[in-house]
């Protein structure tokens, strides 16, 4: 199957951004057995936070450090977002079972 032409750079963009993730999991969040974002799920408060954070960091947004850092910032949102949708699809699945 041919990739789409894309416009606006989403492939590489896209590459970036699982880069960004594995790189996670290799710094203090995937350290341990289990991640902080683990018990907030357990604990019910998954998808509140996950949301909270894409709230956090996209006010934050050019408002700290330099572009770099705003860069991280709409990086952090993509993942919260990711992360948000994951609880979704799972909350929406254990009350359709």
Known sequence: MKQPEYKFNEGALIKEFKTYIDETY??????GKIQTS???ID???????????????????????NSSDHRKDLMKVLHYALLALYE?????DSKES
Not at 88 to 92: M, P, T, V
């Open 43 to 65: 604990r019910g408060n998954g998808l509140g936070f996950f949301l909270g954070n894409i709230d956090k960091y996209n006010s934050r947004y050019g408002n700290k450090g």
């Open 88 to 92: 979704h699809d799972r909350l929406k």
């Open 38 to 40: 683990e018990v907030i």
């Open 26 to 31: 290799k710094s203090h969040y995937g350290q």
